[in-house]
């Protein structure tokens, strides 16, 4: 049997895959309690355009979309508060938009090559050391500046008026907030592919849950559930050669199955 | 009747419409004075929660001023009990929320916010809940709960918005209770939404019923005996 860790680009993905699965489901976890899930989707489709000017510019594409996505998330978050929009529908918007800009693009850079599939579905391979960089680096930020906010963010998830009316910066906070979720987001595409994203943001979330714990053990519970799925799709993808991004979300699908039958006994 | 202390909310010509030419509210003028534990009555629809939220800061007159010359205040929603009763919190969780904003950023609560938050947890009885998720608790229970928060903030003045809605009538009985102990024997301002007109005139010193204009305001034993407020019950207890 092959040894996997002689290979650069394993070990690279591995890294890569550690650090997004600890950090997308400790954003995941807010997501899908402020029912914001839908925002993950939007906010992926804005980094595919993100990317493809990235590919189109010759700029690093990991970059480009954590800087699309980080204003796109601003706008989508002014527009919600304006209410000028009915309900969802400015996430629609940006969605549909975004992903128009991105084919646009994409056409322009004459049409889909295989980066762009990689982008798109993920792939380790396509993993490079300064990507490991940016990501461990951006990773950290992301970890840290959500510890900072974690109690005025936790209070303002579950009851927003109350934690205005006590005095907390509600809108600041959501703000950064949606800017972490934006790289968040940006960051978990090479490994998982823009596709799949929002998969590893409200999967292990919503397996973690049915644990029934308050919120610290809940985004414990599901940071295991998901380095347990990143970690195994990666190597199960190497050893069959699937599609990594596809067999991490099969994976943590199969553990949100696996414990909801485990615990509805 | 109660000689009014210092004025700690004034509402002054305060009109407010969430669609144009629609006004909720007409020039309404209202103090809250400290020690107060006042009732706003109303139809549904008559704009008592856009009153409080006027109050409160969530929304903006479109016309008129408002003053709070209270720093700490507390507001008991009207969701409150209509919140994720999945969501991962437990009554201890819930009721340190009402210390957060004392912290500020970072900073993990201290040993005089967490003796603040059982305190307040015992003053409303559920410290044997403490570490119950909220969702599994019964309405009048997570009532309680957010009374405790609202109580851990050391605030000034409660603002309660329809609290007893989906409570059973023994906790509704209790719930009372400890509203009349935390304004007699702590002395916060409480304002009561209801539209429950008989159980609320009962229970607090001063009404104001609301229907797009102020209607009536004072003490609420006249509000029993005016024939004014009997009308209103008899208009709009069944609204």
Redesign the interface.
Same mark, same amino acid.
Do not use: C, N
């Given at each position: 049997m092959l040894n996997l860790f002689q290979y650069d680009f394993v070990v690279r993905g591995l890294i890569a895959g550690l650090i997004i699965a600890i950090v997308a489901p400790t954003i995941g976890v807010f997501l899908v309690?402020k029912r914001y899930s839908l925002i993950a989707d939007t906010l992926s489709h804005v980094s595919l355009a993100g990317i493809a000017a990235g590919l189109l510019l010759g700029i690093n594409p990991l970059l480009t979309a954590i800087g699309a996505t980080a204003v796109s998330s601003i706008l989508i978050d002014k527009l919600r508060l304006s209410r000028k929009f009915y309900g969802e529908s400015a996430l629609a918007l940006f969605l549909s938009g975004s992903l128009a800009l991105a084919v646009v693009l994409i056409g322009i850079s004459h049409g889909f090559n295989t980066s762009l599939l990689n982008y798109l579905f993920g792939s380790i391979a396509t993993v490079t050391n300064s990507d490991i960089y940016t990501v461990s680096i951006l990773g950290v930020i992301v970890l840290v500046i959500l510890?900072?906010?974690y109690?005025?963010l936790?209070?303002i998830t579950?009851?927003e008026?109350?934690?205005?009316?006590?005095?907390?910066k509600v809108n600041a906070i959501n703000t950064v907030f949606i800017i972490l979720a934006a790289i968040t987001i940006s960051l978990a595409i090479p490994i998982v592919g823009i596709l799949l994203i929002s998969a590893l943001l409200v999967i292990p979330t919503v397996a973690s849950?049915q644990f029934?714990?308050?919120?610290f053990?809940?985004i414990l519970i599901a940071q295991v559930i998901s380095v347990l799925s990143v970690f195994s799709g990666i190597i199960l993808s190497f050893y069959f050669n699937l599609a990594p991004g596809g067999s991490i979300v099969l994976i943590s699908l199969l553990i949100l199955v696996i414990s909801h039958v485990i615990l509805q006994k | 009747m109660i000689p009014d202390t210092k004025n700690i909310v004034e509402v002054k010509n305060v009109s407010f419409s969430y669609i144009p030419g629609n006004p909720v509210l007409k020039d309404i003028d209202l103090y809250i004075h400290q020690g107060d534990y006042l009732g706003i009555v109303g139809p549904n629809g008559g704009g008592k929660s856009t009153l409080i939220k006027l109050i409160?800061?969530?929304i903006r007159p479109q016309l008129g001023s408002i003053a709070m010359f209270c720093k700490n #205040?507390?507001?008991? *929603?009207q969701?409150?009990t209509d919140?994720?009763q999945?969501?991962?919190?437990?009554v201890q969780? #819930?009721v340190?929320? *009402?210390r957060?904003?004392e912290?500020g950023?970072?900073k993990?609560l201290s040993k005089e916010d967490k003796q603040l938050v059982s305190n307040a947890i015992e003053q409303v009885d559920m410290s044997d809940f403490k570490n119950r998720?909220i969702g599994e608790l019964s309405g009048g229970q997570q009532q309680k709960t957010f009374i405790a928060?609202a109580l851990a903030?050391q605030p000034e003045i409660i603002?309660l918005d329809e609290p007893t809605s989906g409570v059973d009538q023994t906790s509704q009985v209790q719930f009372y209770k400890i509203l009349k102990k935390l304004n007699q024997d702590l002395g916060i301002t409480l304002v009561l939404i209801s539209h429950d007109v008989d159980v609320i005139t009962k229970e607090v010193t001063k009404i104001a019923a609301i229907n797009r204009d102020l209607v009536f305001y004072g003490p609420s034993e006249n509000f029993i005996k005016e024939e004014h407020g009997i009308k209103f019950i008899a208009h709009h207890t069944n609204a």
């Open positions: 309690l510890t900072i906010i109690k005025e936790f209070f579950f009851d008026d109350s934690a205005k009316v006590s005095g907390i849950l029934k714990k308050s919120l053990p809940t | 409160l800061g969530l #205040v507390a507001y008991v *929603g969701k409150a919140f994720d999945k969501f991962p919190a437990t969780d #819930v340190s929320m *009402g957060y904003s912290r950023l970072f993990g998720l928060r903030q603002f």
